[in-house]
């Protein structure tokens, strides 16, 4: 296992030289422990009602100006009908903490999915107690994305005035034992945050043993109290990537939607540093605008008629395969490829 001054060594070097060694170390790990296919997930934000007033997120209660929605029932089974017709094998839905997503009724959302059409459902609703995620589970999602933003305490308490870095944490550890494929992970570049920090995520992803890790550069919102910050450095944000690959090389790790608001063409990139999966928003037009934790999130993913034949393309153009199946965890599927 790398210790953490060797991470820490990976992520500071940022000479051009080391970069460009740092990437193909990554890129040759994923190919060898997970091979070349990229998974597409089709994203269905349902909900940016927030309990929560973190710092640096644009759908936080105490901002008043993005009108709220909640979709329907029947508009999100409408998009998993959709997705499923596209043949995308995942459905990530995706929402702030919204009190209405009671334990009951994402259980029924769940179930109607997963009865009704073929494919894996990641949730990604926030905080929930230990009998919740089990529920979940036994409704028949199959995974849970919570990401734990920094493993620094006073950091996290800073950034998040009503929660606790501790229940956090706990919460992922309920989410593992229910059986969920678990993913973690987080933002590169939050104001405060030092390469040290970083370096213990890296550690910390690796020790609870996480299954999939969303890691972007932050981007600040001009309607939080982080407005003013500057954003994350993306090519820092890129070799956390490539060490993230090197230290757990079965990881599934998305080339997330911020490394494509901060570059054109960064989410290409990050298929480059050890990225295997893509997020493709298929959220309504109509509440896409609307879920706006942060800003230009749609700017890497231009308006297509067919979204994910452009997410197809790019797979292709950079000499990958576009995965048909689940994209399940190798880790937890036992379909390492050593
Ligand atoms: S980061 Fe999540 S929990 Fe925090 S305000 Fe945004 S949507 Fe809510």
Redesign the pocket.
Known sequence: MLSFDQVRDMLVSSDAESCERLRRAADDARKTCVGDEVHIRGLLEISNH?????M??????GNKKVPRYRMSDEEIIDVAARLADSGIKTAVIQ???DPALNIVRVCRLVERIKSSFDIAVTLSL?EYSREDYASMRSAGADRYLLRHETSDENLYAAL?PD?SLANRLKCLEWIKDAGLQTGAGMMIGLPGQTIDSIANDILYLKSFGVHMAGIGPFIPDPDTPLGNAAAGDFDLAMRTLAVARLTMPHLLIPATTATGVLRHGGRARALQFGANVIMVNATPDSFRELYK?YPNKDRDEPYSEDPFKSARDMILSEGRIVSEGYGHSPIIFGTRNE
């Open positions: 927030c309990r929560r007033d973190c640096y997120c644009g759908l936080r209660r929402s702030g903490e926030g998040h929660s934790i």
